[in-house]
């Protein structure tokens, strides 16, 4: 298993509170143009419709996507570190799993 670069570990521990949230980042940054609910993620990560809202929200706070209308979410991060680290994370998910979920369950407050 691969070590995950500091920076990736850190936007992970800072930004990243659960498998769902990552799950959800994931999905809306792989088709940055489209439009998002939380019922049209629902609909790929099956977990929970309003806790995907909340997370949406969440995300929202954090920088990571864009409120539309109608509830309506968007990818667009708030800087370009964070568009790097995002990218960073779709890359290592891709290459280990484990070791994404690793570092989300070994995160310290």
Do not use: C
Request: hydrophobic content about 40%; glycine content about 2%.
């Amino acid at each position: 298993m691969e070590r995950l670069p500091d920076h990736l570990r850190h936007f992970i521990a800072s930004q990243i509170n659960s498998v769902e949230q990552l799950e959800i980042l994931l999905v809306v940054s792989e088709s940055p143009s489209r439009s998002w609910t939380a019922q049209s993620v629902f609909k790929i990560i099956q977990s929970n419709e309003n806790s995907i809202a909340s997370k949406l929200q969440l995300m929202k706070r954090q920088g990571l996507v864009k409120e539309g209308e109608k509830d309506t979410f968007r990818f667009s991060p708030a800087s370009d570190e964070i568009a790097q680290s995002v990218e960073a994370l779709k890359e290592a998910y891709k290459i280990s799993r484990v070791s994404i979920i690793e570092a989300l369950f070994s995160r310290t407050s």
